[in-house]
């Protein structure tokens, strides 16, 4: 009776391991008695890209250009868009302050802005555009885009391989204790 019960006990398992439903249960239901289904929220088909150009130190601080170019896809109807400048950097009068106000957009064609930056110090500096995207369905879309700005002398930048960040190192001859 020993030996027969471990064989029993192991038979029984199998067996109702191998009889279960091959389906997964069905996700619970919701309020209103439709399963839940997961929402997956697409991107907005807007393409912002920041640029750096011409920057050169004076004897007032660092000057150059920050070029912004906005692109939208099919049912995008306007972008407002609003930088976001650190201390220490201000940006240049113009006529871009009033063209990134309530922008219109058309699909595929790209909207280009060459806006003049003033840099008080040495350093990386976080330059940052918010855009608030409104589409032709009435819906609006909040998004944000940066680009760090270094200004003097620029740090190296190291190699990045499958992951791990990679630095100089010094062979030895033989493993210290």
Same mark, same amino acid.
């Given at each position: 009776?020993?030996?027969?019960?471990?064989?029993?006990?192991?038979? +029984?398992?199998?067996? %109702?391991?191998?009889?279960?439903?091959?389906?997964?249960?069905?996700?619970? @239901?919701?309020?209103?008695?439709?399963?839940?289904?997961?929402?997956?929220?697409? %991107?907005?088909?807007? +393409?912002?890209?920041?640029?750096?150009?011409?920057? =050169?130190?004076?004897?007032?601080?660092?000057? *150059?250009?920050?070029? %912004?170019?906005?692109?939208?896809?099919? $049912?995008? =109807?306007? @972008?407002?868009? =609003?930088?976001?400048?650190?201390? $220490?950097?201000?940006? *240049?009068?113009?006529?871009?302050?009033?063209?990134?106000?309530?922008?219109?957009?058309?699909?595929? +064609?790209? =909207?280009?802005?060459?806006?003049?930056?003033?840099?008080?110090?040495?350093?990386?500096?976080?330059?940052?555009?918010? @855009?608030?995207?409104?589409?032709?369905?009435?819906?609006?879309?909040?998004?944000?885009?940066?680009?760090?700005?270094?200004?003097?002398?620029?740090?190296?930048?190291?190699?990045?391989? %499958?992951? @791990?960040?990679? +630095?100089? $190192?010094?062979?030895?001859?033989?493993?210290?204790?």
């Amino acid at each position: 009776m020993r030996i027969a019960s471990p064989f029993l006990i192991i038979s +029984v398992t199998l067996s %109702l391991l191998l009889a279960r439903p091959a389906q997964p249960p069905a996700p619970p @239901a919701a309020e209103g008695g439709a399963p839940r289904t997961a929402t997956v929220e697409p %991107l907005p088909p807007v +393409v912002i890209e920041i640029q750096f150009d011409g920057l =050169r130190r004076t004897a007032r601080g660092w000057h *150059g250009l920050l070029v %912004l170019t906005v692109e939208a896809g099919e $049912g995008v =109807r306007e @972008a407002s868009m =609003r930088l976001q400048l650190p201390d $220490g950097v201000s940006a *240049g009068p113009g006529p871009w302050m009033n063209d990134l106000l309530n922008m219109p957009l058309a699909a595929g +064609v790209p =909207r280009r802005h060459v806006i003049p930056l003033n840099l008080q110090s040495d350093g990386a500096h976080s330059i940052g555009v918010e @855009a608030i995207v409104d589409f032709t369905d009435g819906t609006s879309h909040r998004t944000r885009q940066g680009r760090t700005l270094h200004a003097g002398r620029h740090p190296g930048e190291g190699r990045h391989r %499958l992951g @791990a960040y990679e +630095v100089m $190192g010094v062979l030895v001859e033989e493993p210290s204790p």
